[in-house]
């Protein structure tokens, strides 16, 4: 069965769906960067080992990403999920983790990289956002993508309320891509590319707003 390695930096919503997914792996560890992230008290509860590595205690990212690579490596994991770890990560440690590492990003990727997603995605008036997973490579936010999940962005939204309607669906993608790592359904190909090899199963077209 697969070590899997968590890293959150908050409240751990995401982190939570994959704990309680009952997928085949074994989650070897939490790990945050905040000592006070809430996410570390939920993954107690679940008797998942946790940790802390703060930024805070490193000089640069090239120091916090070695110590943080230890803490990851002490658990000999197979795969790493950043769960909402808002950490810019540096060149050599995403490459130490080519294909083990992924991540979990609101909004449709290429569209709205970065911070601030369900803000911006409503000053462009778009029709349609939702949530991406996502394998890291060293450019933020750009690396293969495993799988997506659409929402229409509704007349009367605000951020609140279109980051709560793409959470869920958050919560409903993130457990499906680790499955399917974990499996080895779903890989990074050397050419860079995400590969897999189940059935094709096409989802239905959303419109929004709706045609009728
Ligand atoms: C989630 O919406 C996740 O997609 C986002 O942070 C939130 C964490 O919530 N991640 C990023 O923005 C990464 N760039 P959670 O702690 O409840 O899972």
């Known amino acids: 069965m697969k070590k899997v390695v968590i890293l959150i930096s908050g409240r751990g919503s995401n982190m939570q769906s994959l704990l ?8 070897v560890a939490v790990i945050s960067n905040k000592a006070d992230a809430g996410g570390l008290k939920i993954a107690q509860q679940h008797g998942i080992p946790t940790a802390v590595v703060s930024h805070r205690d490193h000089a640069d990212r090239a ?3 070695m110590a943080l690579a230890e803490v990851i490596d002490s ?31 609101p909004s449709l990727l290429p569209s709205f990289a970065g911070i601030n997603t369900h803000e911006r995605a409503l000053q462009e008036g778009v029709k349609i956002h939702g949530c991406t997973v ?9 690396g293969p993508i495993i799988i997506q999940a659409a929402v229409p ?22 457990p ?4 399917w790592l974990c499996r080895e359904q779903v890989w990074l190909n050397s ?9 094709e199963q096409p989802g239905a077209a959303l419109i929004s707003p709706g045609l009728s």
């Open 20 to 27: 309680e997914a009952k997928l085949p792996c074994e989650f």
């Open 63 to 65: 120091a916090f990403d």
């Open 75 to 105: 658990y000999q994991a197979d795969l790493v999920v950043l769960a909402g770890f808002m950490r810019i990560l540096t060149t050599p440690f995403v490459e130490r983790y080519r294909g083990k590492l992924i991540n979990i990003h």
């Open 134 to 142: 996502h394998f890291v490579t060293p450019t933020l936010d750009s």
């Open 153 to 174: 962005v509704l007349r009367d939204d605000t951020p609140a309320k279109l980051s709560a309607r793409v959470l869920r669906e958050e919560h409903r993608i993130f």
């Open 176 to 179: 499906q891509a680790v499955r």
């Open 191 to 199: 050419d860079g590319r995400v590969a897999t090899n189940r059935l």
